[in-house]
């Protein structure tokens, strides 16, 4: 995500956080550099003018040039003009109570992954406690309301349609008097888009939106259009008011540009970002933590809070217990694999590890490496796995025939094994092993001294 101007903003960083000096030559220069990398991520040419002179005029001052770190204190310059530029805050949804009745109209264009985005938002306040219904309106899109439908029964949300019917906004108002009827707190009404904004789809949003009164009116947008999105958001908000920005396939935008434009020009926040394809791929939009990412220095707080998310609290409670009185089997490292592939895709992981944002081309990492070694474990008996030591050369010959994969690559997988045990016992009875082993997390060791399951090491 946003790899290429991560990777230009890191190097700056880089280079300006070294200097113990800082010259009104040096601004220029980086101010040019950072001008050149703002073009290319195709961010809005009114905003890269705006962000090069308010970062010239605050540079130049007497706060950094004779500051006693002026190299830290222009690249926090740096940091905070970008967050202002995404929006400064994370903005939520203004919901009313879950005793009344809120309504979240989503617009957007066909493509931009409105219905997907719809179910994931459904999603995330069904776990927030909130009882949502998702309703259909999308009339247009040959199956769309059948999308609707197969995605709200994946994650346990209604989904209010009608068989037949032509008319959105009967169908949108029927839908809030069954929302009502069944005590549903939040109507989610998932509206037609096409492939282009014309006349004949503004008049039947617009109507819709009178009929449902909603309180939040939120666009979809493709992060990959880049300043095609904030021309979209601009066009939707002029005759809809936009209260906010639901960017998809954030993950696979490596430029920014939208992120970067759509605060400044329209004035809207992006409330949430689409990350994946996964129901929770799907995260509230936070403008320093983005901000951090692009410069390189990662967001260890979304890192941390994907953890606690994907693992139970009791289940590593119990885990911590197992490695105290040296219990760790091959179930357990399976179990840890299994975690790891949760919590998102490699590249996103990376994003988070200060250091290693834009560095690492996902490209070049043996992603089959986990598959392998969990193929291997899974190939392997309930008894073999509790037990690692009963595994001889006739049990491991089978194995890798199980799974598909040598001999050579059960015995890596069973030093692997043995290293993390013993690295993990001598962690829990010493503070300055933990230590060492978030600096090896920070190295990319991925948690498994040792290394990264599938890193190749």
Known sequence: MLEKITNTFSNIVRTVSGKSTITEKNIEDTVEQIKMALLEADVNLRVVRRFVNATIEEAKGEKVLRAVDPGQQFVKIIYDRIVKMLGDQKVDLQLKGPDTQSVILLLGLQGAGKTTAAHKLAARLLKEGRKPVLVACDLVRPAAVEQLKTLGEKIGVSVYFEDGEKNAV???????SFAKKNGFDTVIV??????QIDESMMEELVSVKK???PQEVLLVADAMTGQNAVDIAKSFDEQLGLTGVILTKFDSD???GAALSLKTITGKPILFIGTGEKTDDFEPFHPDRIASRILGM?????????AQQTVDEEEAKKLQA????????LNDMLAQFENVGKMGSVSSLLDMIPGLAGQIDESKIDLSGMKKQKAIIQAMTQKERNNHLIIGPSRRKRIAKGSGTSVAEVNKLIKQFEKTKLTMKKLTKNRGMQAKLMQGMAGMGGGFPGGFPGFGR
Do not use: C, M, P, Y
Request: proline share 0%.
């Open 190 to 195: 998932d509206t037609a888009g096409r492939l």
């Open 211 to 213: 009929a449902v009164d």
């Open 322 to 329: 197992k490695l105290a009185r040296n219990e760790f089997t």
């Open 298 to 306: 990662g967001d260890i707080v979304s890192l941390v809070e994907k």
């Open 254 to 256: 490596a430029r920014g």
């Open 170 to 176: 009967k169908v949108a108002k029927n839908g809030l």
